[in-house]
């Protein structure tokens, strides 16, 4: 259900040219220079965006979880810092994964 202070035609515009510019700034990448090489200092910093990508998504929900209203508690903080610890020692990301979520189900479950 959308707001009604929106109108329906500003909402749509919007929703259109987020479209229109979301395409544009991947067809200029894939469509007209997808087919040439990159310079090796683009593929370098290329990279690192998986690794980016996935702290800047699941921080906010360790230190602001929605479950607890915003405030930090201790199964998302020991969870994450098993992940850390996890995936640092094994440099494996799947073993990091599924011991963060055990740590997190545990620490509910212990902690309530």
Known sequence: MTDPA???????????????????????????????????WVMRHLRYTA???LPGLVAPLVVWPTATGGVLDMPRLA???TTLAVGYATKNVLAAIFSG??????MLYLLG
């Open 6 to 40: 929106i109108a329906k035609g500003t909402l749509w515009t919007v929703i259109i040219l987020l479209g229109l510019g979301s395409f544009g700034l991947r067809f200029i990448f894939l469509g007209l220079i997808g087919d040439r090489p990159m310079p090796d």
């Open 51 to 53: 690794v980016a990508v």
């Open 79 to 81: 969870a994450a810092l």
């Open 101 to 106: 979520a055990g740590m997190l189900y545990l």
